[in-house]
C-alpha cells in the first residue's frame, strides 16, 4: 500500500513539475489596432540585434511568446510591423503580460506581472523629458551666445539641470537594486572627474591638469560596470563602452593600449562568456584597424588569449593560422629595431642596412612591373632626390629574381639610392617584413628602429617633416 501511495505520489510531483518546468517563459503581448499580423521577439547581443522567436497575433491582438527553455537575461525587443520596436527587460520573472495600442506604443504601453519593466518604461519616459528638456536649453543658449547675461542664466540653468539628471539615475539605481535595471542605469553613469590642484610655480600647469584628468578618466572608465556580469552581453552597453574606451579615451600608441587591454581582459576573466566576448572585440578591432602600429596590440592579444590555450572557442586550425599570421608581424613592429638585410647590391658590393649612418631610412619593397610600383617609384625618386643631402637615403629591396629586367629599369629610371638585390631571399626579407604584397615601405630612425611602415610614398615626406619637428 505505501508502495503505491509513493508511486502515485512521484506521479503526481512529476506531473507538477513537468507542468511547471513546461512553459519556462511565458510573454503574452496584446496589440490593440493590430491583428492577424506577426510580430517578433528579439534580442541584442554586442552591437547586433538577433530574432529570438515569433507569433502571429489573433484577431484580438494577441499573441504568446512561450518556451521550455528560459530566456538568458537582457534588453529584449518586441518588433512588430514596420520594423517599430519597444525594449523590454528580461530577467527572472519571465512570466509577464504586456499591452500597448499600435498607433501609438510608446505612450500606451503597460505591463502586468513585471514591476521590473513597469518601472523601466516609467523610467525612459522620464529620462526622454528630461534629454529634451536639456536639448532645449542648449537651442537656448546657442541662440543667445552673443548675449553674456542670458547666456550666464542659462549656464546656470544648464548645470542644474545635468545635476538633476545625475540625481534621477541614483533614485533608479537605489531603487531597484540587484536587477537588472539598476546594472543599466547605474552604467549610465558618467565618471566623476575632481579637479586636480597642481602646486604654483608648475611648469605648463594647464597641461599637468589635463594629464590628469586624463589619466584618472581613464583609470575609471568602467568603474560603474561590472565586467564579471554576464547580462551586458544582452545589451548594447558593453560593445559601447568598450568601443568609446579604446578609439575615444585611450590614447592610440601601443604600448597605452597594450597596458588597457591586460587590465580589462584580467577584469571580465573570472567570466567566461564576457571574457570571451571582450577578447573577441577587441581582437577584430585591432585587426581590422587602419592605424599604423595597431598590429602590435593585434600580436599582444594573439600571443594572450588565442595563442596562450585561453580561447577554447576557436579550433586549432585557426590558432595554426593565427601563428603563422603573427609571426608575419613579429619582426616589424612599429618600435622594434629593424633586422638587418645584408645583400648584394646593383654596384657589385655587398650593401647592409645597419651600416647606413643617415637619419632616416627608408626601406623600399619593390618591383619594376608592379602596377602601383611604376607610380610610386618615380613619386619616391622625386623625393629622395631632394632630401637625400638632408640625411635621408633609401634601400630599396626587388623582390623579381630577373636580374637583366632589374638592372634595366635601374637605368632607364637612374635610381641612384641604394638597389639591393636578393633573388633567392637569402636574408630573409619577405618573413622580417612581411613582405606579400609591393610596394611596401618601411621608414626607419638613425639607429634603425621602425618609427612607420607601410606609408604611401606620398606620406613620406609629412611623416618625416612632423618626425623631425616634434620628435627630434
Known amino acids: 500500500m505505501k508502495k503505491s501511495i509513493f508511486g502515485l505520489l512521484f506521479v503526481i510531483l512529476s506531473a507538477q513539475l513537468f507542468s511547471q518546468a513546461g512553459i519556462v517563459y511565458k510573454i503574452s503581448v496584446t496589440v490593440s489596432g493590430l491583428r492577424d499580423s506577426t510580430i517578433y521577439l528579439a534580442y541584442h547581443f554586442g552591437d547586433k540585434q538577433y530574432l529570438r522567436d515569433s507569433v502571429i497575433l489573433d484577431a484580438k491582438g494577441t499573441g504568446i511568446f512561450s518556451d521550455a527553455e528560459s530566456l538568458p537575461h537582457g534588453i529584449y525587443m518586441i518588433v512588430l510591423p514596420g520594423r517599430t520596436y519597444f525594449e523590454i527587460l528580461i530577467s527572472d520573472d519571465q512570466q509577464f503580460a504586456v499591452t500597448c495600442s499600435y498607433k501609438d506604443f510608446y505612450n500606451t504601453l503597460e505591463f502586468k506581472g513585471s514591476e521590473e519593466n513597469s518601472y523601466f518604461i516609467r523610467y525612459q519616459r522620464k529620462w526622454v523629458a528630461m534629454q529634451q528638456e536639456s536639448a532645449s536649453i542648449a537651442r537656448r543658449m546657442q541662440a543667445n551666445k552673443q548675449n553674456s547675461d542670458s ?278 626579407y619577405d618573413y622580417y617584413y612581411n613582405i606579400q604584397s609591393t610596394p611596401i615601405v618601411y621608414i626607419l630612425d638613425r639607429n634603425k628602429k621602425i618609427i612607420a611602415k607601410k606609408l604611401a610614398v606620398e606620406d613620406i615626406a609629412g611623416f618625416i617633416d612632423n618626425y623631425r619637428k616634434f620628435f627630434k
Not at 603573427?326 to 629595431?337: C, D, H, P, S
Not at 618615380?378 to 623582390?399: D, I, M, Q
Open 151 to 428: 547666456l550666464k542664466l542659462l549656464t546656470g540653468m544648464q548645470k542644474l539641470q545635468e545635476q538633476s539628471k545625475i540625481n534621477y539615475l541614483h533614485k533608479v539605481i537605489d531603487e531597484n537594486q540587484g536587477n537588472l535595471l539598476s546594472m543599466l542605469v547605474k552604467s549610465m553613469l558618467p565618471v566623476n572627474v575632481p579637479e586636480f590642484d597642481v602646486p604654483a610655480g608648475t611648469h605648463n600647469p594647464d597641461s599637468v591638469k589635463w594629464i590628469r584628468k586624463y589619466n584618472y578618466n581613464k583609470d575609471h572608465f568602467f568603474d560603474n560596470l561590472d565586467l564579471t556580469d554576464e547580462r551586458l552581453l544582452r545589451t548594447p552597453i558593453l560593445h559601447a563602452r568598450l568601443n568609446a574606451f579604446f578609439t575615444n579615451v585611450v590614447m592610440q600608441s601601443p604600448d597605452s593600449i597594450n597596458a588597457q587591454v591586460e587590465k580589462i581582459l584580467k577584469k571580465c576573466e573570472p567570466n567566461q562568456k564576457v571574457f570571451q566576448y571582450v577578447s573577441m572585440y577587441l581582437f577584430n578591432h585591432y585587426r581590422e584597424s587602419e592605424i599604423m602600429g595597431h598590429d602590435a596590440v593585434l600580436v599582444k592579444i594573439a600571443d594572450d588569449v588565442y595563442l596562450s590555450g585561453k580561447a577554447d572557442w576557436v579550433t586549432q586550425d585557426f590558432k595554426d593560422k593565427l601563428k603563422k599570421d603573427v609571426e608575419l608581424l613579429r619582426f616589424n613592429l612599429i618600435g622594434m629595431k629593424a633586422q638587418d638585410l645584408v645583400m648584394d647590391s646593383y654596384r657589385g658590393i655587398f650593401v647592409s642596412l645597419h651600416d647606413i649612418e643617415k637619419d632616416f631610412t627608408i626601406l623600399y619593397f619593390w618591383e619594376p612591373n608592379c602596377g602601383h610600383c611604376k607610380e610610386a617609384t618615380p613619386r619616391l625618386k622625386e623625393y629622395y632626390n631632394k632630401e637625400k643631402e638632408y640625411s635621408v637615403e633609401v634601400f630599396a629591396v626587388c623582390t623579381i629574381s630577373d636580374r637583366t629586367e632589374w638592372a634595366k629599369y635601374i637605368e632607364e629610371n637612374k635610381l641612384t639610392w641604394i638597389n639591393g638585390w636578393d633573388p633567392d631571399r637569402a636574408t630573409h
